[in-house]
């Protein structure tokens, strides 16, 4: 990732204490998917650390959005605070992106089964007219506009259990999957296989089929999981070929 593309669509730094909360929290945000795209990518490696002052130059801004943003990360568990280190890139394994894809399929299949019976029929069609616009946006491969329709797609089957507990552990899990669900929406095969998968999960919600519908979700998860181990084993096994090109040191 270079610095032209790391700063595009970034404010200067300078007065950027003065910015209102709003535009803070927008640059915090957007400091935070630059960060995470270069994390999923293998870009910034485990164990870098990450320095308050040296992102702010490199993206432009105040180092309060940069604090913000590495609050955000934090929170997604993709970098750690350490004594005496600062702030640090989490090691991703394997193990860690199947739990955190278990476990998410595990509470979407939850919400989908009482979504599915429980779901006014004004949101079974808002949910089907969504499915329908995302048919289109993939199409126009709009891939911006269809992150944002498939964060509503499966924020309707939350609110459509019916139950703020369930809604809320749902949300706080899409949080922490966000950096690797945007990583995959980045790949059209993955769209058109992702949008494939939600048109079973309608079908299930439109029939009220609650068994069907939680099964639907798992395997959605499921086969996100296994895509994103793919990526993974191919950033690892690009880092590994990096690795063996590198002159060695005697001791």
């Known amino acids: 990732m270079s610095d032209g593309q790391d ?16 535009q803070r929290d927008v640059l915090g945000q957007t400091v935070a998917m630059k960060l995470e795209a270069a994390i999923i990518a293998g870009e910034l490696e485990a164990g870098t650390r990450l320095d308050e002052v040296s992102l702010a130059e490199r993206y ?35 193990e860690r992106i199947s739990e955190l894809f278990e476990a998410m399929g595990e ?10 019976q429980r779901m006014s029929m004004h949101e079974r069609a808002r ?14 491969e709009q891939i911006a506009a269809y992150e944002a329709a498939n964060t509503e797609f499966h924020q309707l089957i939350y609110l459509g259990a019916r139950n703020s507990e369930f809604q809320g552990m749902a949300e706080a899990m899409r949080l922490k999957l966000a950096p690797f669900r945007r990583r995959q929406l ?8 992702s949008h494939t998968e939600h048109s079973q999960i309608v079908e299930a919600v439109m029939q009220r089929n609650g068994a069907a519908a939680d099964k639907a ?3 959605h998860l499921t086969s996100a999981a ?3 181990l793919l990526h993974w084993r191919e950033v690892g096994a690009q880092e590994g070929a990096t690795l063996s090109r590198k002159p060695t040191t005697a001791s």
């Not at 700063?7 to 709003?22: E, F, I, K, V, W």
Request: charged letters at 25%.
């Open 60 to 94: 432009q801004v105040s180092r309060t959005p940069v604090r913000e943003a590495l609050q955000i990360l934090v929170s997604r568990s993709l970098v750690t605070r350490m004594p005496f280190r600062g702030t640090v890139v989490s090691e991703i394994t394997p």
């Open 127 to 140: 949910l089907e007219a969504l499915h329908e616009e995302m048919g289109r946006i993939m199409a126009a």
């Open 7 to 22: 700063t595009q669509g970034l404010t200067c730094a300078t007065g950027g204490d003065d910015l209102s909360a709003r």
């Open 107 to 116: 509470v979407e299949a939850l919400c989908g089964r009482f979504a599915a």
């Open 186 to 193: 980045a790949d059209q095969t993955r769209i058109l296989r």
């Open 217 to 219: 979700l798992r395997r």
């Open 226 to 228: 296994k895509a994103m």
